[in-house]
């Protein structure tokens, strides 16, 4: 009695190769991965305001920054968390967490 066949069988194996460098496709190469970990206290900071910018009671975020965001909320009298004005202004700099999760998009 023979096998029973499977539909991975009507295809071909492919093996995939290595880049120029020994990494696969798939992988960062060491000196790229180490430059863009972060440590665990901004990954925490990142998740604040991530969560800030999902937070829909404090009005749309995009076409401006968060911490403009912060600040019309204050003005609305929201309320806005201020552990996040605290990561925005010890932050002034970095885009990565000055922009919304939506920045990219056009409007």
Do not use: N
Request: glycine letters at 8%.
């Amino acid at each position: 009695m023979g096998r029973k066949q499977r539909i991975t069988d009507s295809y071909p194996v492919v093996k995939r190769r290595e880049g120029p460098s020994g990494h696969s496709k798939g992988e960062l190469a060491p000196e790229l991965g180490e430059e863009t970990q972060a440590s665990s206290e901004e990954q925490a900071e990142l998740e604040l305001l991530r969560q800030f910018d999902l937070t829909w009671q404090y009005g749309p975020c995009t076409g401006i920054t968060r911490l403009q965001r912060w600040h019309r909320a204050q003005q609305m009298g929201l309320e806005p968390p201020p552990e996040v004005h605290q990561v925005l202004k010890s932050h002034l700099g970095e885009p990565r967490f000055q922009h919304s999760l939506w920045h990219l998009y056009p409007l």
